[in-house]
């Protein structure tokens, strides 16, 4: 992750499910996702209460739940390998393709940050997955849309710096 100061050591991350989470593991899903499998939260409230009923509305069972963690970005900046994104960039189009594709790249990393492909950027990602657009196309095509963010903790030691604060119901 990018270098820390004392005044951002920590931040408030959400999850949303159809349950609440105390305890996060890293359990392997059922489809792929962005960032290959692990915990997924988001620095974005209304992005977590989404996701909490979509998960809701999908398994049919449960209500929205959004559950609040505190991340400690300075401990675990010393201690944990970490890729960030800053945007849609032709990297970021091909580790969520690789991920997707269920062949991560490179080196593993213990937490991954970076913009979420949702339900708009998906056709543009799958046409980028067929071959019906380059990298640059696809890029082009992602760049206006307001992508929400996501963490990816992949592993047991990126779990250890997440501290649960509480949770409520989704609006």
Known sequence: MRSQTASDATMTLFHGSNVVVSAPQIMMPARALDFGPGFYLTSDRGQAERWAVLKARRL????????????????????????????????????????????????????VAGPVANDTTLAVIDDYMDGKYTASEAVTRLLPQRLADQFAFLTRAALDHLAFEGSCAAR
């Not at 944990?80 to 490179?106: I, Q, S």
Request: no cysteine; net charge positive; proline share 10%.
């Open 60 to 111: 049919r069972r449960g209500e929205p739940v959004v559950s609040t963690f505190v991340f400690n970005t300075a401990e675990a900046g010393l201690r944990l390998r970490a890729l960030t994104f800053d945007g849609p960039t032709k990297e970021w189009l091909d580790f969520v393709v690789a991920n997707r594709r269920r062949t991560p790249p490179g080196e593993p990393n213990d937490i």
